[in-house]
Structures are given as C-alpha cells and as structure tokens.
C-alpha cells in the first residue's frame, strides 16, 4: 500500500498505522452457558469465544476436545482446548473468521490414561486417536516410565463387563509406528508402567551431636547405621552414645491392623488387655529402632552384631552429654541440678530446697530421658543423666475456695432462717 501511494505522491514520506482491529461477529451455540453472537476480531480465537459466551455449560458434560468451527464456506475445524493447554498447541485453537459459527456438542465418550504419564486423567475420546496420541496429550511420558511396553484395554462388548489386554512395545510406538500403535475406541484405558526402583530417592537424617549434622543418601537394604555416622562426620566430643535414639517413620513397617480395628472399636467393647494396647499405641508419637550404640561402638571399634540397616526417612539423635537433672513443679528451687550417678529422686529434691508447702509428694514422676517415657518416682531405679523430675502441686486456693464456699452457705442459711422467724413473728403479732 505505502509503494501505491508514492506512485501519486512524490517525493512524500508516507507513514501508515493501524488504529484499530476490525472487529466482527461469530455465533456461539451447544453447551455453554449463553447462546449468542459475541464480537471478536481476527486475532482471537475459539477460546476466547466462548468465554465471552459465559464459557462451557457443564464441564463434564460439554465437550472441549470436539468443538466445531463451522466457516462460512462450509468447511468444519475441530478445536481441542485441552490439547492445547497441556501441550501448547496453539494450532488445536483455531484464529476466527467473520461468519464463524462455533458449536460445543455434548461429550459423548471418555478413555483412560494412567501410569507413567505427566498428567494422567481420564479424557473425552476423539475419533481416530492412537495411543501415542493419547500419550502426548497426557504431557508425554514420564522420566522413569518403563519404555519396554505399554497395556491397552479394552472391552469386548459395549453391554458386557469383560475384557481384552494388549500388551504392545511402548518405544517403537513412541518412535512412529503405526500398526502397533492402535487406534482407541470408547472406555479404552492405557496403562504406562513405571521402572521399578528408578533413581531411588531415599535419604536420612543425622542431627545432634555429630560433626556434620544434615540429611545424606542412603540405598535400602545396604546402608547401615554406622556408614551414616561416618558420612556426617563422627561424633563430637559431647555426644552421648549411650542416649543416641534412631526415630522410624510409624508407616515404614506397614500398617498396624490391631491398632486400625480397635481405632473402629467401642472402647467399652475392649478387654483389658485391648485397652492398655490402645492406650499405649495413642501415646506412640514416632517408634524408635532399638540397637545398643554403646556396644556397636566399643573401644572404637564397630560390632556388626549392633550395626543395623538404616529405612528411608529414618532420623538418628545424637544428644549432648548433660550430667545434670532437671527439677520441675513443686520445689523450693526448681531448676538444673548436677547428675551424681547411683542417687535417688529425693536426693535431688532435696538439693532443690526440698518440697513446697503444697507440693504432692506421693505423685512425683520421673520422666527418663533415654526411654523417654514417665515412670512413678517410687517405682523407678536410680535417677540418670538428663532425667527430669516432676513434682505435681495442689491449688494453693483450693483450702481457702471450701473455706469460702463454706462460709457462703452458711451465710444463706442464716439468711433463709432470719427471713423465717421475721415471718412468723410478723403472723402472730397479727
């Protein structure tokens, strides 16, 4: 156009700008939520026709894969929207024309992608797919699915329940060819397996008392526990070996289908033995895995008979050495007291200042630090490195509340039998 106009105007600069988009109609009709004309321009698509059509009625009843575009001359294109969104096929959402009439049917089928894809899903069937198709619109393969076969099937009968297998070479179907890569038929399903163990991923963690502390790879079924504790460095000099605890994910070992069948029972329905179970399970926060690291690493050697496999997820602790006991609750001088080895809780105790005035005595618990677990102070063996005691107190208001409380109804009952005698004097002086 510019060279046309120079041919009339010489020797003039010509400039030309377009302004704005010519815009025009196109009729949205089938399964959206409003059937009418909506004006776009050519650079839209079937997309944004729709959208302005209220979008898709129902969005499993209304197809986004089958869509036609009717064109003027006659000629149908079918869009797909969920080719396009998954794999980026701007081609599947065709540019629109003056004239357009877009129409969503209703979808009239479905086939099953599963596996080893990137988006498995169940999608509205297209006459004429393949299974590498399917594939492709699934967002391809995923990294470690197993290349040596794919598994279609497929019904026998569009009444009946049973069906047919095919087991086909999933690479040559993926590098072109076409007679083992069939076509799909309505309620097909397409199962891409996976590599069994592929780049296993499985790590622990080391934390505490070591030189390196952090999470480090570990193959299962081959790392052992010392293996780790060399990774990360070895201990400190304030580890303490004989307290170092090895935490196990609760679900490694599978589930527990005592512990699942009594989560569904009455507690009234249990028998004493189920209760305690039940009690002690509730109570369970992440089991440990029990091995004697003070004999697994005597005299700096390691004992094969306590180095045991390490499971993905599993955490090690390592503590610090703490040779002191901690007080807590009812003491005159709660607080950190040093450890002597072979002494009892009231020693300790009595190094705190002794009880207060409204300590509970008779309901002192030990928390142990390395069984972790809470025993009766009286029932318990000597106090060791790192234990905890806890000394319950009373209310010290709790005297002074019956003592009010006391004083309360008294004071009413008086009250009642003054409003009595007040009464009855009243009806006899009458």
Not at 266 to 292: C, G, H, L, S, W
Not at 331 to 339: K, N, S
Request: a neutral charge; one cysteine or more; glycine letters at 8%.
């Amino acid at each position: 156009m510019k060279t046309e106009i120079t041919k009339v105007y010489v020797n003039t600069d010509v400039s030309i700008n377009l302004l704005a988009i010519r815009t025009f109609k196109v009729n949205v009709t089938g399964l959206t939520r409003l059937n009418q004309s909506v004006i776009v321009s050519s650079v839209d698509r079937v997309s944004e026709a729709i959208r302005q059509a209220g979008g898709f009625a129902d969005s499993l009843k209304s197809s986004q894969r089958n869509i036609q575009l009717r064109r003027k001359d006659g000629t149908i294109v079918r869009a797909d929207l969920i080719r396009r969104n998954n794999i980026g096929n701007v081609d599947c959402d065709p540019s629109l024309s003056n004239g357009d009439v877009i129409y969503v049917p209703p979808v009239m089928a479905w086939v099953g992608v599963y596996g080893g894809v990137n988006i498995p899903a169940v999608y509205e069937y297209v006459q004429g797919e393949r299974i590498s198709d399917l594939i492709e619109l699934s967002g391809g393969l995923e990294f470690g699915a197993d290349l040596r076969e794919v598994e279609l099937v497929r019904f026998k009968s569009d009444t009946g329940r049973a069906t047919l297998s095919y087991i086909l070479p999933l690479k040559e179907i993926m590098n072109g060819d076409t007679v083992k890569d069939m076509r799909i038929l309505p309620d097909d399903r397409i199962f891409v397996k996976k590599q069994s163990l592929f780049h296993p991923k499985a790590t622990m963690a080391i934390f505490g008392e070591v030189k390196h502390p952090g999470t480090y790879p570990i193959i299962e079924g081959k790392t052992l526990i010392t293996e780790v504790i060399a990774a990360a460095g070895g201990f400190t000099g304030f580890a303490s070996i004989e307290r170092i605890q090895l935490y196990r994910d609760k679900y490694a070992e599978g589930s527990d289908k005592e512990f699942e069948r009594l989560k569904l029972t009455p507690i009234q329905d249990m028998n004493e033995i189920e209760k305690a179970y039940f009690k002690a399970k509730t109570r369970e926060t992440f089991p440990t895995v029990q091995t004697d690291f003070k004999k697994l690493l005597a005299n700096g050697k390691v004992d094969p008979n306590y180095d045991i496999l390490v499971k993905h997820n599993d955490s090690l602790y390592v503590p610090s050495i703490k040779k002191t006991v901690t007080i807590v609750g009812g003491a005159l001088f709660p607080g950190i007291v040093d450890w002597e080895p072979n002494r009892n809780y009231k020693y300790y105790i009595q190094k705190a200042g002794g009880y207060k005035e409204y300590a509970k005595r008779g309901d002192v618990k030990i928390i142990k630090a390395l069984a972790q677990r809470w025993e009766d102070a009286d029932n318990s063996d000597a106090v060791e490195d790192g234990d905890v005691i806890f000394i319950p107190e009373r209310d010290p208001r709790d005297g002074w509340k019956i003592f009010r409380d006391t004083l309360s109804v008294v004071g009413q009952l008086a009250a009642i039998t003054s409003t009595i005698i007040l009464v009855y004097f009243t009806i006899k002086n009458n």
